[in-house]
């Protein structure tokens, strides 16, 4: 896995520099609501720049900081007030075997 930021689209939902996630050959971003709801939105883009899938998830806005912990499998989305989401990485795996 690997973290950075980059500019999310303009005119999609909350519009600021934003981490990211890329892993398996796919970005995850994080996208906000414009109207402050207390949610944002994952979404997988594949090499092409295609949306693979998307995940949102209530409790938290305005992501700051992704955390990965390589022990118990899991990234943390850090959002206002450092309140955490939580994720299984096999929630986010698009490449797993079902």
Not at 2 to 26: C, F, N
Not at 38 to 60: K, M, T
């Amino acid at each position: 896995m690997h973290l950075t930021e980059v500019e999310a689209e303009s005119g999609k939902m909350y519009d600021r520099l934003s981490p990211v996630l890329i892993w398996q050959g796919y970005l995850y971003v994080i996208y906000g609501y414009q109207d402050n709801r207390y949610a944002f939105v994952i979404v997988a883009y594949n090499g092409d720049g295609s949306v693979a899938s998307q995940w949102e998830r209530n409790g938290a806005r305005y992501i700051h900081k992704i955390t990965v912990d390589t022990v118990m499998e899991i990234v943390t989305f850090w959002g206002q007030d450092d309140k955490p989401e939580t994720f299984l990485w096999l929630d986010l795996n698009l490449n797993r075997q079902i």
